[in-house]
T-cell receptor, first 112, second 111 residues
């Protein structure tokens, strides 16, 4: 399967600040996705990252809050902007390529 | 909006017992996947089923995809403590597109 490097693995941030999460894949992939997961719960899709164009956001998620970049076929970033304690969660990068779907190990974010 | 209903939400059983997890939807999926996730890790793919009526076996795990491709089940035989984890089903309307996840089943196998 594809190998995903997601950074940082965890962070503690002050409310009102922003955090950018990076997702690097070791091979070119067709699709890249960003999910949010509360501990012990399921995954909710935030958006599909599109290469060279604006991401496609799911209902309840907006670009101003979660800006996403995907400059090429192997890299994407998700920014969590103007954070509040409600943004505390695990954020996961996922890709789809020739090996099927693969998930990163996630970024555990705590907002204080 | 496609939805996947997964049950049960929690399962605590003794080592050696059998269990089944269900995933149901009113929508048709082109593929359905089962994942297992441990704390601090991302979901790890167990199996993908794509054909209605398909049955796949992975050691003590048996996966079924419903004939109409709207439902699926995961059956574990003789559960072991190492099976403990969060099990997730996920469906794709079109394979390669975004996945819709069920709510997850937290399984605890006691020795």
């Amino acid at each position: 399967s594809a190998v995903i490097s997601q950074k940082p693995s965890r962070d503690i941030c002050q409310r009102g600040t922003s955090l950018t999460i990076q997702c690097q894949v070791d091979s070119q992939v067709t699709m890249m996705f960003w999910y949010r997961q509360q501990p012990g719960q399921s995954l909710t899709l935030i958006a599909t990252a599109n290469q060279g164009s604006e991401a496609t956001y799911e209902s309840g998620f907006v670009i101003d809050k979660f800006p996403i970049s995907r400059p090429n076929l192997t890299f994407s970033t998700l920014t969590v902007s103007n954070m509040s304690p409600e943004d505390s969660s695990i954020y996961l990068c996922s890709v789809y390529g020739i090996y099927g779907y693969t998930f990163g190990s996630g970024t555990r974010l705590t907002v204080v | 909006t496609q939805l996947l209903e997964q049950s049960p939400q929690f399962l605590s059983i003794q080592e050696g017992e059998n269990l089944t997890v269900y995933c149901n939807s009113s929508s048709v999926f082109s593929s359905l996947q089962w994942y297992r996730q441990e704390p601090g890790e991302g979901p790890v793919l167990l199996v993908t089923v794509v054909t209605g009526g398909e049955v796949k076996k992975l050691k003590r795990l048996t996966f079924q995809f419903g004939d109409a491709r709207k439902d699926s089940s995961l059956h574990i035989t003789a559960a072991q403590p190492g099976d403990t984890g969060l099990y997730l089903c996920a469906g794709a309307e079109e394979y390669g597109n975004k996945l819709v996840f069920g709510a997850g089943t937290i399984l605890r196998v006691k020795s």
